[in-house]
């Protein structure tokens, strides 16, 4: 247990908590962008992405683009 998934404690098992942080680590890390190949997109909502490069928005996946 350890990264985002230190919050919950010993609650829901260990199973669940390791799940919930390979979620959380795909969706909070950057991607690269379509138009200007930086590793700059971040999930701004579910399936809405951002680059803060070039500010392009993509419609994706949920938890990665």
């Keep these: ?3 985002s998934t230190k919050r919950l404690g010993t609650r829901y098992g260990r199973t669940i908590r390791v799940k919930l942080e ?4 795909k969706q909070k890390s950057f991607y690269t962008c379509p138009s200007c190949s930086k590793k700059a ?4 909502a ?7 490069k070039c500010n392009t928005k993509i419609a994706g996946k949920a938890y990665e683009v």
């Design 1 to 3: 247990m350890v990264g």
């Design 46 to 52: 579910v399936g809405i992405w951002q680059c803060r």
């Design 22 to 25: 390979k979620i959380e680590k």
């Design 41 to 44: 997109v971040k999930r701004i």
